[in-house]
């Protein structure tokens, strides 16, 4: 449109007024009516009425025109400008291209990688993408299968070389099949618009491609999604992933000239619709988030729309609000370096729309701080193999030498430019230079090189994406000095790293990390020579029952209390010092501390607890290696509770004499050959196991636990890593001392300082003693500077019964005076649509009560029932329970006395009518404290005119004594399901609260709990 209308102004100069524009009254109205006349700025003399048609000269007139045609012309010069600024961008960075032979080198490697979409149209699904727990997974041994943007109906499995069909794993597939044609159409785009007259012909392509979305879009549903609205996919933040290619490709073409009027019109009508998708389902600071803020500021751009830019951009969870507050003083993203590279990727996607808008984050002194921080954040926590570890949820071993986050430094390192310091790009010739070529690996956000090879992927600066053949640097900045990474406590994270040559060993000592986080405060990672000693194991697939495992304490280096996983909380780092030869951190969670003091040989690790009741304290070691144990010993059979964990035994140590085990147990573990030896002090048990090794790996493994019981408890332990000559001979300890006797004598360690615990002093009979300090000040708990009081929660009557009602599903035996009401919107949780009213959905509930059950009634409005039969097939979509995907209940009980957040004891029910029986049947929900008693719940239901009816009785959970005037706290949720869906539609609760139904499962917080009054 803009080269359209330029013509005429491209084919003559206009007229440039001589005079200085005149306001009078006559000037530029018609005579005869007082209209005012055209402007037209190719007709200076003479000047049209627009509603009598007569035209009118005089110099008043002309005056009154030239106002008109000075503004016009100053527009007319810049509205040529940027045309011709938008051709002579690309046409600059053809020539930046032209001198780089790292561009040049990229270029061609693009062109290749186009050859193949070039020479034929790749396949569209028709389908929307789906998540599952057995699509895209090898039935034989739950590997994921590859994926070939060109194999839509056989999937290979990597590991056993087997070749899988079927629905499942086709749109499985889809996900990704989608994701890579819209990254491809942006490659095309790129090339037409940067590359030579030869390349113009990826246009063509780029342009069919994104026709065929803008006819499929509003056939792809928006329904039966995971994690918000979505058409292509299951979740918003995969549509957020694909609308930025999307429009990336389409700005390409429109700048490029390439982009016609019908291809324009479908990209708007699909960008309008994403908009809509995206902008109503806002993730608050979820790495998620960030994509969809990205997704938003690039339609904002497309449609030039000023109130979306500066929603994405300068909102509250906007761009700039998740630099700043998802990024801690120390860079890295509160959720761990999985999700910090992810979200990084999104920011600077995102940042790069704004630059476009406006905003140039670089430019402010504060934004380029933080960002310069976020791109160093993981080389400070990269282990010494250069993988990241595997925090939080995070998948295990990923190498940071992947394209996809080489081209995260290679865009920061650009985007900065002269106040980028030497540190980012000495770090990146270092992964260049030295780290080893990685399996390429399966990232939604980077797919520009499948299929994949099972071979390492030799990476390089020709070997990148589009993005950064369109801003990388022509060469990379030289750097002074080789990287090296520090010791480093990284605040915000609580990440403690103690490194000496190729050791590496770090404690979590910070906040727990969202939703993403694990139950693993204390937790030790080690790796030295070569070898990952002690792993964090991160996470698996989301939709595999091994994520319950992967989220335990257990499944971590980190101590425990009486056999259950931490609970949520954050730990605190109180003492972090390197001197260089010695160095320490001291961190504390709860009543549990950790001191890891790393010297030139060896590591000194203390665990203690000090209670004001006995516990048992479990301290897990998961030992990368073969095991052996030197110390002389026998096995007996143990046991250790969990669903996970088998072949548990004790190990029984010879005694001396007396009957008593003087020495430390000595194990030691060989890997190739690398050796580390454990010396483990401590009154108690040692425990083998087996259970799941790191993700992906298919095989279950030995690892120990130590246990012991008490009020004060203290285990140490002595970790030498070694090449097979051992420095460590015997390790006593005598009272607070921990002595380590080595080939050059005895070194003594203990801790003191003010309070106890703020020094850790070393001593040898060779040299002075060596104290470690740097004590943290403890930081001050959160305080909001409004106090907002808590909702006062919802309460209603359950009234005395003589005898139990009949429980028949009519309301025979319930008192009708006071029902409990779910109608209102604010009670509804939806998914993709609105509460749709109370004649479409509501309940009215009736309670009674006795000493041996709550009785519940619940007559439900709801002219389809779609109940799930018991005897169904597992849909297998992920790790909730299938029959919340019917409509039925959701029901819970909990004591009020003594519970201070409510939560102690709560016990749930998921209830579900069985069609043929008239009965219901229950579980207990995945939430549930205590024993729900699921055999004791009995009950029945019938069709109604309206919807149905269900009547349970429900045994009275420990905690309760019912009488009265006693209270419990108590909710009810009513599952809605649809015809036509796979997964619920969404659901009324009776406590209110409304928001989203997504990831809630068979989940209630206690705390949103209402009240029941046991009257009678």
């Known amino acids: 449109h803009l080269r359209e209308r330029a013509q005429p102004v491209l084919q003559r100069l206009p007229v440039i007024p001589e005079q200085k524009a005149l306001l009078s009254m006559d000037g530029g109205v018609c005579p005869d009516d007082g209209t005012p006349l055209a402007f037209d700025p190719w007709s200076p003399r003479e000047h049209r009425c627009p509603r009598c048609g007569k035209t009118w000269s005089g110099e008043r007139h002309d005056l009154h025109w030239v106002r008109f045609q000075h503004l016009w012309l100053a527009e007319r010069a810049a509205h040529l400008s940027a045309l011709a600024g938008i051709g002579e961008h690309a046409d600059r960075r053809a020539e930046v291209i032209r001198g780089s032979s790292d561009l040049r080198a990229l270029l061609a490697h693009l062109r290749e990688r186009a050859q193949p979409v070039l020479q034929r149209l790749p396949v569209i699904p028709e389908q929307k993408a789906l998540l599952s727990m057995d699509g895209g997974v090898c039935p034989d041994d739950g590997t994921p299968l590859a994926f070939d943007p060109w194999s839509p109906r056989e999937h290979r499995c990597p590991r056993c070389g087997k070749t899988w069909s079927g629905e499942r794993h086709d749109l499985h597939w ?172 999104g920011l600077l996607t995102g940042a790069g729309w704004a630059r476009v808008a406006g905003v140039d984050f670089t430019a402010d002194e504060r934004l380029a701080k933080r960002l310069h921080a976020a791109l160093r954040a993981t080389a400070l926590s990269a282990l010494p193999d250069f993988t990241f570890p595997a925090r939080k949820d995070a998948r295990f071993g990923v190498s940071l030498a992947q394209p996809a986050y080489l081209e995260l430094w290679e865009i920061g390192i650009s985007r900065l430019g002269e106040t980028e310091p030497e540190q980012l790009s000495g770090w990146l010739h270092t992964l260049y230079r030295v780290a080893n070529a990685p399996r390429l690996e399966l990232f939604e956000y980077y797919l520009h090189e499948a299929p994949f090879s099972d071979a390492p992927f030799p990476v390089s600066r020709a070997a990148l994406s589009w993005w950064s053949l369109l801003e990388m640097l022509p060469e990379l900045p030289v750097a002074d000095a080789a990287w090296q990474a520090p010791s480093v406590l990284l605040e915000s994270q609580g990440l403690a790293v103690l490194r000496r040559d190729d050791r590496y060993a770090s404690l979590e000592c910070g906040p727990y990390g969202g939703g993403h986080g694990h139950p693993d405060r204390l937790h030790l990672t080690l790796h030295a020579g070569g070898v990952h000693w002690l792993p964090d194991p991160g996470t698996g697939t989301y939709v595999a029952r091994d994520l319950f495992w992967y989220r335990s304490t257990l499944a971590h280096n980190a101590p425990r209390l009486d056999g259950a996983s931490q609970p949520m909380g954050a730990a605190t780092c109180q003492c972090f010092d390197d001197q260089g030869e010695w160095a320490w951190v001291r ?188 004590a943290r000040a403890a930081e001050p708990p959160f305080t909001p500077l409004l106090e907002i009081d808590a909702p006062t929660p919802v309460a209603a009557p359950a009234f005395r019964v003589s005898s139990p009602p009949p429980l028949d599903g009519t309301l025979e035996g319930f008192e009708l005076a006071e029902p409990l009401e779910l109608a209102l919107e604010d009670q509804y949780r939806r998914s993709e649509d609105a509460y749709p009213g109370t004649d479409e959905f509501s309940g009215l509930a009736y309670a009674a009560w006795d000493e041996t059950a709550l009785y519940l009634a619940v007559d439900v409005t709801k002219p389809d029932v779609i109940l799930r039969p018991g005897g169904a097939a597992p849909l297998r979509l992920d790790n909730e329970p299938d029959d919340i995907h019917s409509d039925g209940l959701q029901v819970y009980l909990a004591p009020m006395a003594g519970q201070s957040d409510g939560s102690g004891d709560a016990i749930g029910y998921l209830i579900v009518p069985e069609e043929k029986t008239r009965r219901v049947r229950a579980i207990a929900t995945t939430d549930s404290v205590t024993d729900a008693r699921t055999e004791d719940l009995r009950g029945g239901w019938r069709r109604t005119e309206t919807g149905y009816c269900a009547t349970v009785a429900m045994p009275w959970p420990s905690g309760v004594r019912p009488h009265a005037g006693a209270r419990v706290r108590f909710d009810l949720i009513i599952n809605e399901m649809l015809p036509g869906r796979m997964r619920r539609a969404g659901q009324l609760v009776w406590s209110g609260g409304g928001g989203w139904v997504w990831l809630r499962g068979d989940r209630q917080d206690p705390t949103r709990f209402g009240i029941l009054e046991l009257v009678g």
């Open 587 to 774: 961190g504390r969670f709860g009543d549990l501390t950790r001191t890891i003091v790393a010297g030139p040989r060896y590591l000194v690790d203390v665990v203690e607890m000090s209670a004001g009741e006995s516990h048992v304290l479990e301290l897990p070691w998961h030992i990368a290696g073969r095991p052996d144990i030197e110390t002389s010993g026998g096995w007996d059979d143990a046991e250790l509770p969990d669903e996970f964990v088998n072949h548990v035994k004790r190990f029984q140590p010879n005694r001396d004499g007396d009957g008593e085990r003087r020495d430390a147990i000595v194990v030691t573990h060989i890997e190739q050959r690398a050796r580390l030896t454990l010396h483990l002090l401590f009154d108690g048990e040692l425990l083998q196991a087996e259970g799941p090794g790191l993700p992906g790996r298919n095989e279950r493994v030995p690892f120990y636990v130590v246990r012991t019981k008490g009020r004060n408890a203290r285990l140490v332990t002595i970790l030498e890593p070694h090449g097979g000559d051992r420095v460590v001979r015997t390790v006593r300890t005598r009272g607070e001392i921990i002595e380590v006797e080595t080939q050059d004598g005895v070194e003594r360690h203990r801790l003191g300082g003010v309070g106890g615990g703020t020094e850790w002093t070393i001593e040898t009979d060779k040299a002075a003693p060596q104290v470690l300090r740097g």
């Open 174 to 345: 889809v996900r990704f099949q989608h994701l890579w044609l819209a990254e491809r159409a942006a490659h095309l785009s790129a090339l037409a618009g940067i590359g030579e007259h030869a390349d113009r012909r990826a246009a063509t392509r780029a342009r069919e491609i994104l026709m065929a979305y803008a006819e499929r879009y509003w056939r792809y549903p928006n329904r039966d999604n995971v994690l918000g609205p979505s058409r292509l996919f299951f979740s918003t933040y995969l549509e957020s992933l694909w609308i930025c290619n999307y429009v990336a490709a389409a700005t390409l073409l429109r700048a490029a000239g390439a982009l016609d009027d019908a291809a324009a019109k479908g990209v708007n009508q699909v960008a309008e619709e994403a908009a809509t998708l995206i902008g109503d389902f806002d993730e608050g600071f979820s790495n998620r988030q960030t994509w969809n803020n990205a997704a938003l500021a690039a339609i904002a751009v497309w449609f030039e729309d000023e109130d979306l830019a500066q929603r994405s951009i300068e909102g509250d969870t906007g761009l700039i609000a998740h630099l700043v507050r998802g990024y801690g003083r120390d860079g890295m993203w509160y959720e761990g370096e999985n999700y910090h590279l992810f979200a990084l990727r």
